[in-house]
């Protein structure tokens, strides 16, 4: 019975013992009046609202719901036959029924009832006041017996879809927390493969040629006294894998660096990066970076600064430029990138574009952006970029 009420609503129930009580206070004054004693209708009465409390679960066997309505359906008709004066209140009660039958039972079945309990009522009414005035009466009882029932009914279907809508949210927030989890953990595998991958390339290079040039600088320290020339070849082959090493150290150090850099403040980042080309180059940077940016997944940052690393270095490469200007802006749409100089200009038509500008025009490809060289005004090269702003 409780899960029956949390599924369909306190409101209906209160409603059925509202009419009851209605039904019972007409039919006790009607009796009265006929000077009857009242317990003749009101014993039937208290047997219906008895009966009603123990209304079975719409998923109760269904010789039980069965069970119940038929009890229900004769305890409804008794007051009529002992007491044929309060014929107009006791068909009230298939009101309720009505309403229960749709509850208790899919639709077609639930119709069956309903019709059954027009076919009741329609005997007590040919019963009490006669076949044609019996039969007229009937019409507004068996309408309000159907709209009884359709009105529950659809109490129920909404009920219904209110539970599958909380359902597929549950299942909604739960698959969304599983997939941050995946995201998460597909990130650390990612780290963990990214370390592991630059350990080996490490030991393969920079430990391979320090490991040679232990070697060698051994042998030259036992050939000093007894034989200074081979001793002097040797050292220079040290020197030789050391600045290879150097190199190889360089780029594996740059490697490692990428990520710290993906990680900070996009403005900050730039402002590092400039100040470096500036150390190395001794070319003037202006710059033009917003304090504050609008929160940008790790990939955006990621292109916009990979983006400005190469042009500046394209610019210490070919532009024989004197000044370079480093803009990073953004509005309601997108982020933008634009990194000039005032050097000799871009290559002329034809010319094969490198692996740098290729890699950053197929990573802003992939984020629905665009990237362009071409001359600046006033002289010299410039490289955009513009990203669309993620939703």
């Known amino acids: 019975m409780k899960r ?13 013992y509202l009419t009851w009580g209605t039904v019972a206070l007409i039919s006790v004054q009607v009796i009265r009046q006929a000077g009857k004693p009242w317990w003749w209708v009101g014993g039937p009465l208290l047997a219906f609202a008895l009966v009603q409390a123990l209304i079975p679960e719409a998923e109760a066997p269904a010789w039980r719901r069965c069970l119940y309505l038929t009890v229900q359906s004769l305890l409804a008709l008794i007051p009529i036959f002992l007491s044929p ?3 107009s209140a006791s068909p009230i009660l298939y009101f309720i029924l009505s309403a229960q039958a749709m509850l208790l039972f899919p639709l077609r079945p639930g119709l069956l009832w ?5 076919l009741l009522t329609a005997g007590a009414f ?21 709209f009884f029932g359709v009105f529950a009914q659809a109490v129920a279907s909404a009920e219904a879809a209110r539970r599958q809508s909380q359902a597929l949210l549950a299942d909604l927030q739960a698959a969304h927390r599983q997939l ?3 995201a998460l953990r597909v990130e650390e595998l990612a780290v963990v493969e990214e370390r592991n991958r630059l350990a080996r390339e490490m030991h393969d290079t920079l430990g391979h040629r320090l490991t040679v040039a232990s070697v060698q600088l051994e042998a030259a320290q036992r050939l000093c006294p007894t034989d200074p020339e081979r001793a002097a070849g040797l050292v220079g082959n040290v020197r030789d894998q050391v600045r290879e090493a150097l190199g190889e150290l360089r780029a594996t150090v740059a490697a490692l660096r990428a990520p710290v850099e993906a990680d900070l403040q996009l403005p900050g980042a730039l402002r590092r990066l400039a100040d470096h080309f500036e150390q190395a ?16 997944p790790a ?16 610019v210490q490469k070919h532009a024989t430029a004197s000044q370079v200007w480093l803009v990073l ?39 629905g952006g665009t990237l362009h060289l071409e001359p600046r005004p006033g002289g010299g090269t410039q490289v955009s970029l513009r990203l669309p702003r993620p939703a």
Do not use: C
Request: glycine letters at 14%; zero cysteines; charged letters at 15%.
């Open 4 to 16: 029956l009420f949390q599924r369909q609503g306190v409101l209906l129930y209160l409603i059925g």
């Open 85 to 87: 004066e309060a014929w």
């Open 114 to 118: 309903i019709g059954l309990f027009i």
């Open 126 to 146: 040919v019963y009490t006041l006669g076949v044609r005035t019996g039969l007229l009466t009937l019409l507004p009882y068996s309408g309000g017996y159907l």
């Open 180 to 182: 941050q989890e995946y």
């Open 281 to 296: 180059t001794g070319l003037t940077v202006h710059r033009a970076l917003p304090e504050e940016m609008p929160p940008l």
């Open 299 to 314: 990939t955006h940052r990621l292109a916009l600064y990979r983006a400005a690393q190469e042009a500046l270095t394209n």
């Open 329 to 367: 802006s953004f509005d309601h749409e997108a982020i933008s990138l634009l990194v000039g100089d005032d050097g000799q200009g871009p290559p002329p038509a034809g010319h094969p574009e490198g692996f740098g500008l290729r890699g950053l025009r197929e990573r802003a490809g992939q984020l």
